[in-house]
C-alpha cells in the first residue's frame, strides 16, 4: 500500500553517475562522494548502504526526540547507531536490505527505551518507508 504525501515539506535531490563505483553530488554541492561497492575498501569512497545508515540514523534520533518529549523523557544525548546489512534473497532481485537500530539514552531504563523505540518507529518517515519491505529490528541499550 503506498501513501500520497498531502504536503511536500523538503525535496532532497542527489545525482549519481557510475553507480556504485562512481560518484552521487547533491544539488547544493553540500555532499559529493565518491562511491565503491561495499567490500571493496577504496580510500575516500563510502557505499549507497552506508548513505542510507547515516540518513536512518538521524532521522530516527529525531523520531526519538520527538516521542520522548512527549513521554518527558530527555532524549537529547540519545546515541542511535545503525546498521544497514546487504545480502542475497530468494526475490526476483536476489538482493535485499535489513537494518538493525540499536540505542542508549543515559538515565533512562532499557525496557522504557524500547517502549519509546516502537513510538518513534511509528513515526520515523525512514521506518515508515522501509515498513513491511525489510526487517527492522530495535534494540535498547
Request: hydrophobic share 40%; glycine share 4%; charged share 25%.
Given at each position: 500500500m503506498t501513501t500520497e504525501l498531502n504536503k511536500v515539506l523538503y525535496t532532497a535531490k542527489a545525482n549519481a553517475v557510475g553507480?556504485?563505483?562512481g560518484t552521487?553530488?547533491?544539488?547544493?554541492?553540500?555532499?559529493?562522494?565518491?562511491?565503491?561497492?561495499?567490500?571493496?575498501?577504496?580510500?575516500g569512497a563510502t557505499n549507497p548502504e552506508q548513505l542510507f545508515a547515516a540518513g536512518f540514523a538521524a532521522c530516527f534520533t529525531?523520531?526519538?526526540a520527538e516521542v520522548a518529549a512527549e513521554h518527558g523523557v530527555d532524549a537529547s544525548q540519545a546515541e542511535v547507531s545503525c546498521e544497514?546489512?546487504?545480502g542475497t534473497t530468494s526475490t526476483p532481485g536476489g538482493y535485499g536490505l535489513g537494518v538493525r537500530i540499536e540505542v542508549a539514552v543515559p538515565g533512562v531504563p532499557a525496557?522504557?527505551?524500547?517502549?519509546?523505540?516502537?513510538?518513534?518507529?511509528?513515526?520515523?518517515?525512514?521506518s515508515e518507508a522501509v515498513r513491511g519491505n525489510i526487517p527492522?529490528?530495535?534494540k535498547a541499550r
Open positions: 553507480g556504485r563505483s552521487v553530488v547533491t544539488d547544493d554541492g553540500r555532499l559529493d562522494v565518491q562511491l565503491a561497492p561495499p567490500r571493496k575498501k577504496t580510500p529525531s523520531a526519538l544497514v546489512d546487504l525496557e522504557k527505551l524500547q517502549d519509546l523505540l516502537h513510538a518513534a518507529d511509528a513515526t520515523c518517515p525512514y527492522v529490528v530495535l
